[in-house]
């Protein structure tokens, strides 16, 4: 079996995973604005990704009995935890991006 930290550093590094928890960030969010909010996820992508977070218990999903069914994400009080960490990785690749694509260029 693979080390427990192992497996939660592979989910949270995964392209659309740190995005998708920033979205959830100020709320529940309906699929809908979710796809919105993240930019150039595709309909897969997304439901893939929701579904691996929701089995991870980072996201909770609330199916209300309308019609249509609206369903709502949110985020666990595990992923709240993860938040200020994200936010701070985020701030600091803002930060760092014009640095670090002149590097890329010079290495080129």
């Keep these: 079996m693979r ?3 192992r497996r939660l550093l592979n989910l949270i590094a ?3 995973t740190m995005l998708v928890l920033v979205a959830l960030a100020d709320g529940p969010r309906h699929y ?3 796809k919105r909010d993240v930019s150039g996820i595709s309909h897969k992508m997304l439901s893939q ?6 089995k991870q218990c ?3 999903r609330t199916v209300y009995p ?9 985020l666990t009080a595990l992923a709240q935890t993860l938040l200020p960490t994200l936010c701070e990785l985020i701030e600091w690749a ?3 991006a014009a640095e670090f694509l002149m ?4 290495a080129k």
């Design 3 to 5: 080390c427990p930290s």
């Design 14 to 16: 995964d392209k659309w």
């Design 32 to 34: 809908s604005r979710l």
């Design 49 to 54: 990704t929701l579904q691996r977070l929701e």
């Design 58 to 60: 980072f996201v909770t």
């Design 66 to 74: 309308t019609v249509p069914p609206r369903v709502e994400y949110a």
């Design 94 to 96: 803002q930060t760092h």
């Design 103 to 106: 590097l890329e260029e010079e």
